[in-house]
């Protein structure tokens, strides 16, 4: 099992930030860019999401795929922080233009204007896009 | 993909065998699972697959070990939420074991 790997002691720690652009269906972005969060866990290394436009729809209570034929697999990030993974962050612009507000969503996340997440993104080691 | 029957009932499993229709368990599946790992089912042991059958259903996921373990630690205690005790009754790796007999998929990032 890759969670099973003995890390170096103190080895280095770098910031990664994963961004979600995506809605949650339709394509495979959402669902994969979860599954590299939750893998990156094991590795012990400062991981934050930043959900920007439609990936703000990946958070929204009440997720039913019945009539998609897919699995709903919004309940999963309510599993991050078991997972150690606490920072989420929403950007204000793309959750009001969506009609969106912190209570529409399922996890508790820190909201921030666009410029204050450019700010966190200018900090971080490694950025990746989903 | 191969099907094995248990108890009259057929069902499907992958090529590693794990079951691929979760809504098909039951606990004679269970029974089936474990004796494919070569696992004595006891009290201890359905704890833990059925401390994962509840995690699944609430997350959708199959935990990582390490996550498993904290959360096994709260709901029963450290006493049962360390990796010897689970090691113990799963010795090829709980999560990948307990998961199979749970019928839940391989757990994300298990290779």
């Known amino acids: ?130 | 993909m191969p099907m094995v029957e248990v108890a009259g009932k057929e069902f499907e499993v992958d090529e590693e065998g794990y079951l691929v229709n979760l809504a098909d368990w039951d606990e004679n599946i269970a029974g089936y699972l474990a004796q494919e790992e070569k696992v004595e089912m006891t009290e201890n042991h359905w704890e833990v697959v059925n401390f994962l059958r509840e995690y699944y259903s609430e997350y959708q996921i199959a935990p990582a070990i390490r996550v498993l373990t904290k959360a096994i630690a709260k709901k029963l205690g450290p006493d049962k939420g360390n990796n010897k005790y689970l090691y113990e009754l799963f010795p090829y790796g709980p999560a990948k074991q307990a998961c199979k007999i749970a019928g839940l998929p391989k757990p994300t990032g298990c290779i």
């Open chain 1, 1 to 130: 099992m890759s969670d099973e790997m003995d890390m170096e002691e103190g080895g280095v720690v770098k910031q990664f930030m994963f961004v979600n652009r995506k809605a949650p269906y339709g394509t495979i972005y959402a669902l994969e860019g979860l599954e590299v969060v939750l893998i990156s866990a094991a590795f012990e290394q400062d991981v934050s999401m930043a959900f920007i436009d439609d990936g703000v729809y990946e958070l929204k209570k009440g997720q039913d795929t019945k009539e998609l034929g897919q699995k709903n697999f919004s309940p999963t990030y309510r599993a991050l922080e078991g997972y150690d993974i606490e920072k989420l962050y929403v950007e204000r612009e793309s959750m009001e233009a969506r009609g969106l507000t912190e209570d529409d969503l399922l996890v508790d996340v820190v909201v921030m204007d666009r410029a204050e997440l450019a700010a966190k993104m200018a900090e971080q080691d490694v950025l990746i896009s989903f």
